[in-house]
């Protein structure tokens, strides 16, 4: 059975009950899908006096039409927050919260990488938490805006120029290398002294800003965006170079993308797909190499479910030995496997009238071995149909059209009732442009556990590159059950953040 098809574009609902495919076009006619019990968009923000004053001046601003320069098709402008999504963004924030530039400096500076990341994050951090506590009224998302150099030196690699790099504390060793490795060697074997464990919590954390940041925000519940002070003053008068001309450019879509990020996570929902059948999930297997044991198998897992609505929760699962380093691959053992799967349909069952899904489709990046998918398959009764369905990029196939335009996005090609390939990138009629630079890969489709049929398979990954409510563009090129894999086993993996319950998706990304 080979067979080349073109999908036909899944269609987005939003108000009214109307519905169109690219998510610009049905916020800005017909607004969104569902606000919920929100009424207006109550923000938290914390960053330096400037930079708090740069989102104050950016929130005024899209209130009104904002356009991007030489508007292309792809980047249409945006009405005002709200002609588009039908409630108000309040005119100051809600709360706000200062970060002293100078007690900034000497943490961002430091030469140590963990002390400097943790540092940093807990200054932002103690201030949200302390403000969560103490502040009866709470803001519906925190916003954390960042100064450029916070983004540039908190993260993994980064390295502090001579000139501005300031030695920092050495508990354990004046060599720097030593007093990692030695603050390490705490985290496995603690010291009786409560002092030199509190000392080596630095070295227990990722050293990555916003990993670190939505980790330790979990256990309160708190929503967040991180956003950069350049990213926020992009609207107005701009310098020469050539990141300040690319942000000129990309004025209207920085716009859409913040603020649909802002109303979902205030609790509202801009848009849901038409046609997914009901009674069906989603699940995306997360996987994150975790060895600060010093056992390079060590891995943490995670599952993320999302439903016909749309809506999203992510699972945490055990730390375990799941990576095996000859494959390259990530496997659970069934009891694992049952685990993280009871979870996942207790919660289905939750908010369905204790219901079991009618079919539940599990996506992998690998395929699932038996010992594993008898752990799945026990988690669920004779009610519900499980799929497995592994989903990777493929660059071995090439399809080529007779003229200038590459391939069409949801095209597929059908190789067998258990693989095919879909080009979920592509031209895109509607945009008259294809938002990409080189020949567009397809993914690589298989069923590998359970039958379904491919072209439902196919038409429901199609679909589910259009739930990123974490931006505002026509599709993705991977589904949202994948996309997002990566960067929710970074906040699972970021630090000690014990047994998390499940969460709603937006608290990760």
Not at 347 to 352: E, I, L
Request: proline residues 6%; charged residues 25%.
């Amino acid at each position: 059975m080979r067979n080349l098809i073109r999908l036909a574009e899944p269609l987005l609902l939003f108000g009214h009950g109307q519905a169109m495919e690219d998510p610009r076009d049905g916020l800005t006619l017909f607004g969104p899908n569902d606000t919920g019990s929100v009424f207006a968009i109550r923000t938290g923000v914390v960053g330096t006096s400037s930079g708090i004053e740069k989102f104050k001046a950016w929130t005024l601003r899209i209130k009104t039409l904002v356009r991007t320069k030489n508007h292309i098709q792809a980047r249409p402008p945006f009405a005002g927050f709200e002609a588009v999504f039908r409630i108000p963004w309040s005119d100051a924030p809600h709360l706000t919260r200062t970060i002293d530039e100078e007690e900034l400096k000497k943490r961002l500076f430091q030469d140590d990488r963990h002390q400097r990341v943790f540092q940093t994050v807990d200054l932002f951090a103690a201030e949200i938490i302390k403000a969560h506590n103490e502040e009866e009224a709470k803001p519906d998302v925190w916003f954390v805006v960042i100064p450029d150099d916070v983004r540039k030196y908190c993260r993994p690699q980064a390295n502090i120029e001579p000139a501005v790099r300031i030695e920092a504390k050495r508990y354990f060793s004046d060599n720097l290398r030593e007093n990692v490795k030695k603050a390490r060697q705490l985290l496995s074997q603690p010291s009786i002294f409560p002092d030199a464990n509190r000392e080596a919590e630095p070295y227990s954390y990722k050293e990555h800003f916003r990993n670190q940041l939505k980790a330790k925000l979990l256990p309160h519940r708190i929503s967040t965006q991180v956003v950069r002070e350049s990213t926020v003053a992009n609207i107005g008068p701009r310098g020469t170079s050539r990141r300040e001309q690319t942000e000129e450019l990309l004025q209207s879509q920085i716009a859409w993308n913040i603020s649909t990020t802002a109303f979902y996570k205030s609790g509202a929902r801009p848009w849901k797909v038409t046609g997914i059948r009901e009674g069906v999930a989603y699940v995306g297997l997360v996987f994150k190499r975790y060895d600060q044991a010093g056992n390079n198998r060590s891995a943490a897992c995670g599952a993320q479910m999302f439903l016909d609505s749309g809506d999203g929760v992510v699972f945490k699962g055990a730390v375990g030995k799941w990576y095996d380093s000859t494959t390259e691959e990530y496997h659970l053992t069934t009891d694992a496997a049952k685990a993280l799967m009871t979870m996942t349909v207790d919660a289905y069952k939750a908010k369905h009238n204790n219901q079991p899904p009618k079919e539940l489709f599990i996506h992998g990046q690998t395929r699932f071995n038996r010992w594993e998918w008898q752990g799945f398959a026990s988690a669920v009764d004779a009610r519900t149909s499980l799929v497995g369905v592994r989903i990777r990029d493929d660059k071995g196939l090439k399809l080529f059209r007779r003229s200038d335009n590459p391939v069409l996005r949801g095209t597929a090609y059908i190789n067998s009732d258990q693989d095919a390939f879909l080009w979920t990138r592509g031209w895109v009629p509607r945009l008259r442009t294809y938002p990409g630079m080189e020949v567009p890969n397809p993914l690589s489709i298989e069923i590998c556990q359970g039958k379904a049929p491919m072209e439902t398979v196919l038409a429901d990954i199609l679909a589910l590159t259009k739930l990123n409510y974490n931006t505002c563009r026509y599709g993705d090129g991977k589904p949202i059950t994948l996309k997002f894999a990566d960067a929710v086993g970074d906040v699972l993996t970021a630090g000690e953040i014990g047994d998390t319950p499940p969460l709603p998706f937006m608290y990760y990304i």
